[in-house]
Structures are given as C-alpha cells and as structure tokens.
C-alpha cells in the first residue's frame, strides 16, 4: 500500500504563490501517474495536475500559473501555483496510482484571499 503525505498549503494573497510538495512511501516500485487534484466546498474533487511517464497535464483553469514536477528517484510530486485565484481555494489532495489502483493523501488546505 502507498501512503502519500502532502505538506505546503496555508493561506495566501491574490497573486501569490504557494509550492505543494508530497512524498510517497510504503510499496512504490511501479508507481504509474502521480499528481494532484482539489476540492472546493460543495463540489466535486477535479484533478489539477498530473505526471503520467513522461507526458504532463493540467486542467484548463490552471494552465500556465501551475507546473508540476516529479522526482522518480525520490518518489516526490510538487505543485508550483503561481497567480493564484481566490478559485483556487480548495483542499489539495496528492494522488497515486498503484496497481490500477487511486491512492490519496489526506489533503492540505489552500486559502487565497485578501
């Protein structure tokens, strides 16, 4: 079983930035994507940003103000969010898939507002 553990959310002004970082442990040889999704009260969870082999994609809202990256040798996935938006509130969860299998952290808040 993965266990992801997520760090980097707080709170932060329209236009800021904020750098989440997550780190995977337990049975990792063969980790497929890694990535990030968020939900916002009331809504559904969508996903932000994901790194499948050597391939990257981003949800259309967050295109150009986010990057994403990996690092296999450490089993990491970071999120820079740039530009934020108070839209981008949410709670951020880590994701990995295992096996054909979804495994989640357990979510780190993001607030921007003023």
């Known amino acids: 079983q993965v266990q992801l553990v997520e760090s980097g959310g707080g709170l932060v002004q329209p236009g800021g930035s904020l750098r989440l970082s997550c780190a995977a442990s337990?049975?990792?040889?063969?980790?497929?994507?890694m990535g990030w999704y968020r939900q916002a009260p009331g809504k559904q969870r969508e996903l932000v940003a994901r790194v499948t082999g050597g391939s990257t994609n981003y949800a259309d809202s967050v295109k150009g103000r986010f990057t994403i990256s990996r690092d296999n040798a450490k089993n990491t996935v970071s999120l820079q969010m740039n530009s934020l938006k108070p839209e981008d509130t949410a709670v951020y969860f880590c994701?990995?898939?295992?096996?054909?299998?979804?495994?989640w952290g357990r979510g780190t808040q993001v607030t921007v507002s003023s």
């Open positions: 337990g049975v990792i040889f063969g980790l497929n994507a």
């Open positions: 994701n990995a898939v295992y096996r054909n299998l979804n495994n």
